[in-house]
């Protein structure tokens, strides 16, 4: 199963308790739209969308449709905007110079509560989804115009505002979590059915909402309970395949969102790792974490598995121990769900005791995001999980990373690279293979 496979197989509809109010049926007009005829309601005639439609979001009789249908990214070769042509006879009414997109939002009625989620976006959670400056613009300004024409990805910058507000507003936390339940099942049903076909067109809307999906995963509350991997809820067995879904989308999208408006959200080279220098703590700490990989009572590829995972955590310690200052910190954390095999993933879903202890380390990193508040606490629930499955005597090898969360410890300083930082490892640490060999595009830029 490929990632972006288990990625869609995670993505199930969230449970909300918000329901819509239904109004009796007035009797159809009979210059109504189609849509309303079948629905056997009352059409306001208002143009260039009836309110009906624009209210549930579905294409107008009254609209006027040059577009056609958008080739897929893979094959064959991407056609520009510019390349399409109006479709002969399907105008009734006046033509309207802007291209009507058929999942674009029209602004019919106005939704007061959904102008205060987008208030609440562009004012105050973009700047909440990363620590690169240069990001903050793209999130506020042009991820917002991309949902305009894009009705799924609109309604994921609802559900990630609503999430936000839930966080700000504690007695008002179910409210905007129902909300943003809502908001988050409609755009999960487009995403689902249309992300294997990326389009040129729509590529960069998808990109952007795969990164809401994740901070999205992460923002929800998390479900009581002693379980590593749940059915239900945002756990790991869910957080890990969006994540590396989403660099897997990216991959697919590379030749068109990596020189498009988006670009910005990229971090370039972020997999590549030159200096490997670590505090002693972790240092030492991921050469005994080998050792125990070695020893392993498995067979050569779950071994093979469990140390390319550790050797892709040195890594990823590295990028943040020795990160510059204009590097993001939140795509420096996220490069180890990407680069772990999928075996790992696999010896992970069997609570296999060695897979657990590495991931228990995995939530150091975790820890270092816990200021952004979709982050907040998560490394410290993930370890208290992990606890909960493992028995002695392997509970022993999760006191170095339990003890450093428990005491709030960011042991891996965000500081710019610098002739004075830390220790560099020593030859034996060198011996395991620990420099980076990986190529790929950029990973995303702050969720």
Same mark, same amino acid.
């Given at each position: 199963?490929?990632? @972006?496979?288990?990625?869609?197989?995670?993505?199930? /509809?969230?449970?909300?308790?918000?329901?819509?109010?239904?109004?009796?049926?007035?009797?159809?007009?009979?210059?109504?739209?189609?849509?309303?005829?079948?629905?056997?309601?009352?059409?306001?005639?208002?143009?260039?969308?009836?309110?009906?439609?624009?209210?549930?979001?579905?294409?107008?009789?009254?609209?006027?449709? %040059?577009? *056609?249908?958008?080739?897929?990214?893979?094959?064959?070769?991407?056609?520009?905007?510019?390349?399409?042509?109006?479709? /002969?006879?399907?105008?009734?009414?006046?033509?309207?110079?802007? /291209?009507?997109?058929?999942?674009?939002?029209?602004?019919?009625?106005?939704?007061?509560?959904?102008?205060?989620?987008?208030?609440?976006?562009?004012?105050?959670?973009?700047?909440?989804?990363?620590?690169?400056?240069?990001?903050?613009?793209?999130?506020?300004?042009?991820?917002?115009?991309?949902?305009? %024409?894009?009705?799924?990805?609109?309604?994921?910058?609802?559900?990630?505002?609503?999430?936000?507000?839930?966080?700000?507003?504690?007695?008002?936390?179910?409210?905007?979590?129902?909300?943003?339940?809502?908001?988050?099942?409609?755009?999960?049903?487009?995403?689902?059915? %249309?992300?294997?076909?990326?389009?040129?067109?729509?590529?960069?809307?998808?990109?952007? $909402?795969?990164?809401? &999906?994740?901070?999205?995963?992460?923002?929800?509350?998390?479900?009581?309970?002693?379980?590593?991997?749940? !059915?239900?809820?945002? !756990?790991?067995?869910?957080?890990?395949?969006?994540?590396?879904?989403?660099?897997?989308?990216?991959?697919?999208?590379?030749?068109?969102?990596?020189?498009?408006?988006?670009?910005?959200?990229?971090?370039?080279?972020?997999?590549?790792?030159? !200096?490997?220098?670590?505090?002693?703590?972790?240092?030492?700490?991921?050469?005994?974490?080998?050792? @125990?990989?070695?020893?392993?009572?498995?067979? !050569?590829?779950?071994?093979?598995?469990? &140390?390319?995972?550790?050797?892709? $955590?040195?890594?990823?310690?590295?990028?943040?121990?020795?990160?510059?200052?204009?590097?993001?910190?939140?795509?420096?954390?996220?490069?180890?769900?990407?680069?772990?095999?999928?075996?790992? &993933?696999?010896?992970?879903?069997?609570?296999?005791?060695?897979?657990?202890?590495?991931?228990?380390?995995?939530?150091?990193?975790?820890?270092?995001?816990?200021?952004?508040?979709?982050?907040?606490?998560?490394?410290?629930?993930?370890?208290?999980? &992990?606890?909960?499955?493992? *028995?002695?005597?392997?509970?022993?090898?999760?006191?170095?990373?339990?003890?450093?969360?428990?005491?709030?410890?960011?042991?891996?300083?965000?500081?710019?690279?610098?002739?004075?930082?830390?220790?560099?490892?020593?030859?034996?640490?060198?011996?395991?293979?620990?420099?980076?060999?990986?190529?790929? /595009?950029?990973?995303? %830029?702050?969720?």
């Amino acid at each position: 199963m490929s990632d @972006l496979d288990s990625m869609l197989g995670n993505l199930q /509809p969230v449970t909300h308790v918000l329901r819509s109010n239904k109004f009796p049926s007035d009797v159809a007009s009979r210059n109504g739209c189609g849509q309303c005829k079948k629905r056997r309601i009352k059409c306001d005639e208002v143009r260039p969308a009836c309110s009906n439609c624009v209210k549930h979001s579905i294409t107008c009789d009254f609209q006027t449709s %040059n577009s *056609q249908a958008q080739s897929p990214l893979h094959p064959p070769k991407l056609r520009s905007h510019g390349s399409d042509t109006k479709s /002969p006879g399907s105008a009734r009414s006046k033509t309207i110079p802007r /291209p009507v997109i058929s999942n674009s939002l029209q602004l019919g009625e106005l939704q007061m509560g959904d102008l205060e989620l987008l208030h609440q976006f562009a004012t105050e959670t973009c700047y909440t989804t990363s620590n690169k400056k240069d990001s903050h613009d793209l999130w506020r300004v042009t991820v917002c115009k991309e949902g305009l %024409n894009n009705d799924f990805l609109m309604r994921g910058i609802l559900a990630i505002a609503a999430l936000h507000l839930s966080h700000l507003r504690p007695d008002q936390a179910h409210q905007y979590q129902n909300i943003a339940a809502s908001h988050q099942d409609k755009a999960l049903s487009v995403f689902r059915v %249309n992300v294997p076909n990326v389009t040129e067109s729509n590529c960069h809307a998808f990109f952007a $909402l795969s990164s809401l &999906i994740v901070v999205y995963g992460f923002a929800s509350p998390r479900k009581p309970g002693t379980a590593v991997f749940t !059915d239900e809820g945002q !756990d790991s067995e869910d957080w890990l395949p969006l994540i590396r879904g989403v660099n897997s989308i990216l991959q697919q999208a590379w030749p068109v969102v990596g020189g498009g408006p988006l670009r910005g959200l990229l971090q370039p080279g972020v997999f590549n790792t030159t !200096d490997t220098r670590l505090p002693r703590a972790a240092d030492l700490q991921l050469k005994s974490l080998i050792d @125990l990989c070695q020893s392993a009572d498995a067979g !050569d590829e779950a071994i093979d598995a469990y &140390i390319e995972a550790v050797k892709a $955590l040195r890594k990823c310690y590295a990028k943040i121990f020795t990160r510059s200052s204009v590097e993001c910190e939140v795509g420096t954390a996220f490069t180890w769900p990407v680069e772990v095999p999928n075996k790992f &993933i696999e010896l992970l879903r069997a609570r296999a005791p060695h897979a657990l202890i590495i991931l228990a380390h995995y939530c150091v990193v975790l820890h270092h995001l816990n200021d952004y508040w979709w982050m907040n606490g998560w490394g410290a629930h993930l370890i208290e999980n &992990i606890y909960n499955e493992l *028995q002695d005597p392997w509970r022993d090898w999760i006191q170095w990373p339990s003890e450093t969360i428990s005491r709030n410890e960011k042991c891996l300083v965000w500081r710019p690279l610098s002739p004075e930082l830390g220790p560099t490892p020593t030859p034996g640490a060198m011996s395991n293979g620990m420099a980076s060999t990986s190529t790929g /595009p950029p990973s995303l %830029n702050g969720g």
